[in-house]
């Protein structure tokens, strides 16, 4: 019974790549620039806005990194399973070998003894 190591695709998996979140965060800021009347002051609506274009990419961020965690999370559970099922399947197959010892063990102590002078 061979199962794969699924360690090299959780590390994969696992990788974060923070360059689009860089990228989306500089988008964002440059648009409070353009936001910015004359005077240099900010309106309600144009500040909650802002404040939503800001929000987007850390957000976004967070929800990659809990689907990744989730996809880690069922990747644990399954093998934790195989796990188990593997140490069952072990410990049966310990206690047949122990059986077929006690077997050998005991068809050896009844052959007849033989004497070579």
């Given at each position: 019974m061979k199962h794969g190591n699924g360690a090299s695709e959780i590390n994969?998996?696992?990788?974060?790549?923070?360059?689009?979140?860089?990228?989306?965060?500089t988008s964002a800021r440059n648009s409070v620039r353009q936001v910015k009347k004359s005077d240099g002051s900010l309106e309600a609506q144009d500040a909650g806005t802002l404040v939503l274009q800001l929000s987007e990419a850390p957000r976004g961020e967070i929800e990659r990194i809990v689907g990744t965690l989730t996809t880690l999370l069922r990747k644990l559970e399954t093998e934790g399973v195989r796990i188990?099922?593997?140490?069952?399947?072990?410990?049966?197959?310990?206690?047949?070998?122990?059986?077929l010892t006690e077997i050998v063990v005991n068809s050896v102590e009844?052959?007849?003894i033989q004497r070579v002078d």
């Amino acid at each position: 019974m061979k199962h794969g190591n699924g360690a090299s695709e959780i590390n994969k998996s696992s990788e974060v790549d923070f360059s689009e979140t860089i990228l989306d965060l500089t988008s964002a800021r440059n648009s409070v620039r353009q936001v910015k009347k004359s005077d240099g002051s900010l309106e309600a609506q144009d500040a909650g806005t802002l404040v939503l274009q800001l929000s987007e990419a850390p957000r976004g961020e967070i929800e990659r990194i809990v689907g990744t965690l989730t996809t880690l999370l069922r990747k644990l559970e399954t093998e934790g399973v195989r796990i188990q099922l593997d140490i069952e399947d072990y410990a049966k197959l310990n206690q047949r070998v122990m059986q077929l010892t006690e077997i050998v063990v005991n068809s050896v102590e009844r052959l007849p003894i033989q004497r070579v002078d």
